[in-house]
């Protein structure tokens, strides 16, 4: 794990020129420490200046810090993916080094410790402040992420990014699951205060962020939630608390990523029927590389289904080039001889109509994504299989599960047995 320190400070700014005004009491201070600007000052007492480097807060800064930092790394020999061009990699003595770019934070992956560590001189080299280097303990991007080499596993959470959530919430009590059965009723309470829908509002907004990254266990939840911002009443804070709770329950849960068995992209895809108010259904996807969850999301379908076969088929046509686009992914980093990629899926009518074709969609809309499905099937570039309900991970994403069945769909979608 590696910083750059001031990092847009290392790009020159470019292009047309851009001017800065200092105020007059920085200006001061300034002339000050340097008494050659006095010349310069303003009648104001301001400083006009000119800026010479992509300094933070202009628009451009972070392009050109970008532009900077790819022009390096790409001298060093590395190769952008087509996908994400924040992902590069190199070739080193016969193992592949990946790096990935989040603005002055970079990630780097080997199998060899001395890759890594040559790269931290190179970029040394470069750079006037590089922190970090090798180290299976670190954090990034508010996440704690720990590799254990022995298990082959990397265990990522976000156990400081929960406890400053929960001490803003002040929430106390706990609770086995964060949604009940009523999750998705709107209820007849009295609406929030302009100052409790703030709250509100912020609580939701920061769980939605734990719930995309170590999280996903409270996804549904959020999810409905996350409609309610700008109507919220007493009910909906009830159910907000309810998901705290569990969070206090559950401390520290984290994601497990590993790759036990063969390496393939494998979805997981599945709607649940009528659930909103409006009567519109929910979608839940999850995406797997192996065994390890990559990515996980529960959302509010956008038109409103007439049946669960029909719900099943907008969930699928909608989340499909997601699955797609992890596929060439993977395959852009190297891994060429994987099967196609296979999305899950517990509605025997649907996979029938994506597959056999045949059937009357109900709108010109709805045969378009059928068979828009049924393509990718027929040209190969995608499997879809039958999975029970009781072993869809995905479920977990579109109804509020209890008991038993939560505990075991959760550790499916964390990672924490071998089960897809």
Not at 213 to 235: G, Q
Not at 285 to 300: F, N, P, Y
């Amino acid at each position: 794990m590696l910083d750059i320190g001031s990092a847009y400070l290392e790009a020159d700014m470019t292009g047309e020129s851009v001017f800065i005004t200092v105020d007059k009491m920085t200006a001061t201070i300034m002339a000050h420490e340097f008494p050659e600007l006095r010349a310069f000052t303003e009648s104001d007492g301001t400083l006009l200046m000119r800026v010479k480097k992509a300094l933070y807060g202009c628009l451009v800064s972070g392009a050109l810090w970008y532009a900077k930092l790819t022009s390096v790394l790409k001298d060093l020999g590395f190769v952008q993916n087509p996908l994400d061009p924040c992902v590069m990699n190199k070739t080193v003595s016969g193992e592949q080094l990946t790096v990935v770019i989040f603005v002055d934070d970079i990630l780097a992956t080997c199998k060899s410790d001395s890759v890594i560590t040559d790269l931290v001189s190179q970029l040394r080299e470069e750079f006037d402040e590089v922190k970090g280097g090798l180290t299976d303990d670190f954090s990034y991007l508010g996440m704690h992420v720990v590799n254990n080499r022995e298990l082959g596993e990397i265990e990522v959470s976000m156990e400081g990014y929960e406890k400053e959530v929960l001490e803003y919430a002040g929430v106390q009590g706990r609770r086995s699951s964060p949604a009940t059965s009523d999750l998705f009723s709107v209820g007849s309470s009295a609406l929030m205060g302009d100052r409790e829908l703030k709250r509100f509002h912020t609580i939701v907004a920061k769980l939605l962020y734990l719930g995309l990254r170590t999280r996903p266990t409270i996804a549904v939840a959020v999810s409905y939630l996350a409609t309610r911002v700008t109507c919220a009443n007493i009910d909906d804070g009830k159910k907000l608390d309810r998901v705290l709770m569990y969070m206090r329950s559950t401390p520290g849960q984290s994601l497990t990523l590993a790759c036990h068995g063969p390496l393939r992209v494998v979805a997981s895809i599945d709607a649940a029927f009528g659930s909103h108010d409006d009567g519109k259904s929910h979608t839940g996807v999850v995406h797997k590389i192996g065994t390890a969850t990559v990515m996980s999301k529960s959302c509010k379908q956008k038109m409103t289904a007439k049946d669960s076969t029909e719900a099943e088929l907008v969930a699928l046509s909608d989340k499909m080039d997601g699955v797609l686009r992890l596929d060439e992914f993977v395959r852009a980093q190297g891994y060429v001889d994987m099967p196609p990629p296979e999305i899950g899926q517990d509605n025997m009518s649907n996979i029938s109509l994506v597959t056999k074709g045949g059937g009357k969609p109900r709108t010109e809309h709805l045969r378009v994504r059928q068979y828009r499905v049924k393509e990718r099937v027929d040209e190969g570039e995608l499997m879809i299989t039958y999975v029970a309900t009781g072993s869809m991970v995905a479920d977990l994403l579109t109804k509020p599960l209890q008991g038993a069945l939560l505990n075991h769909m959760t550790k499916m979608l964390l990672g924490k047995n071998r089960s897809k």
